[in-house]
């Protein structure tokens, strides 16, 4: 009787727990730990969530900010002392984003420094504006020309309009990060919107600066 033939070789995932596990249910499963005082869970926690964190601080205050590895520390300290409140409503990447924009909006507030909020600190800006070469010193030109509009502007409505129409924040995570209802952060971006609009068509550098850009865009895709 000959032999049976042998069955190719197939590679199965390993055993542990968080492998069977969906995504949302491993990171429960991770909250539950480290709530419980699991020194293991603190440190994937802490690694699973810093890099959400260090990319939220550096998209708001520039990764080269001087206080940037102060405030991920403490966004992580508020992170942890948030969990009791985190009911799973959204993903944990997305309430990591929003306790480190709540970090980094008191850190604003308390140091009264709402400049700092939009200086061109990250490089990956201009790196990108670099690639085409055409158009990038009216880019530059036209960026700084919108910052220092923002900076003019009460710093309320201009944050909202930065967290909501640059950085994607949600009306109600705004409202979680600013503290107010989300009828005010609703106010406060009508509001932001309808001065910068404004600001924008009473500056003739800048409203050419935006056709200008809208004219090369378009040639570069055509």
């Given at each position: 009787?000959?032999?049976?033939?042998?069955?190719?070789?197939?590679?199965?995932?390993?055993?542990?727990?968080?492998?069977?596990?969906?995504?949302?249910?491993?990171?429960g499963?991770?909250?539950?730990?480290v709530?419980?005082?699991?020194?293991?869970?603190?440190?994937?926690?802490?690694?699973?969530?810093?890099?959400v964190?260090?990319?939220?601080?550096?998209?708001l205050?520039?990764?080269?900010?001087?206080?940037?590895?102060?405030?991920?520390?403490?966004?992580?300290?508020?992170l942890?002392?948030?969990?009791?409140?985190?009911?799973?409503?959204?993903?944990?990447?997305?309430?990591?984003?929003?306790?480190?924009?709540?970090?980094?909006?008191?850190?604003i507030?308390?140091?009264?420094?709402?400049?700092?909020?939009?200086?061109?600190?990250?490089?990956?800006?201009?790196?990108?504006?670099?690639?085409?070469?055409?158009?990038?010193?009216?880019?530059?030109?036209s960026?700084?020309?919108?910052?220092?509009?923002?900076?003019?502007?009460?710093?309320?409505?201009?944050?909202?309009?930065?967290?909501?129409?640059?950085?994607?924040f949600?009306?109600?995570?705004?409202?979680?990060?600013?503290?107010?209802?989300?009828?005010?952060?609703?106010?406060?971006?009508?509001?932001?919107?309808?001065?910068?609009?404004?600001?924008?068509?009473?500056?003739?550098?800048?409203?050419?600066?935006?056709?200008?850009?809208?004219?090369?865009?378009?040639?570069?895709?055509?």
């Amino acid at each position: 009787m000959s032999p049976a033939p042998l069955r190719p070789l197939r590679l199965v995932k390993g055993n542990s727990p968080a492998s069977q596990l969906p995504a949302a249910e491993a990171d429960g499963a991770l909250l539950a730990a480290v709530i419980a005082g699991e020194a293991a869970a603190a440190a994937n926690f802490h690694d699973r969530l810093r890099p959400v964190i260090e990319r939220t601080l550096g998209r708001l205050l520039g990764a080269r900010d001087p206080d940037h590895d102060d405030l991920v520390q403490q966004a992580l300290i508020d992170l942890v002392l948030s969990l009791e409140r985190f009911r799973g409503e959204c993903p944990l990447d997305a309430w990591a984003a929003v306790i480190a924009a709540r970090t980094a909006y008191k850190h604003i507030r308390r140091r009264k420094i709402e400049r700092r909020l939009f200086a061109l600190t990250d490089s990956e800006t201009f790196d990108r504006a670099d690639r085409a070469a055409s158009g990038t010193a009216l880019l530059r030109n036209s960026i700084r020309r919108v910052q220092k509009h923002l900076t003019d502007m009460d710093a309320n409505r201009a944050w909202t309009f930065v967290l909501h129409d640059v950085h994607g924040f949600s009306l109600k995570e705004i409202s979680d990060i600013t503290k107010v209802s989300v009828a005010a952060v609703q106010s406060r971006l009508v509001r932001g919107r309808k001065e910068m609009h404004e600001r924008i068509l009473r500056d003739p550098d800048l409203a050419g600066s935006m056709d200008d850009l809208a004219r090369s865009h378009r040639e570069l895709h055509d």
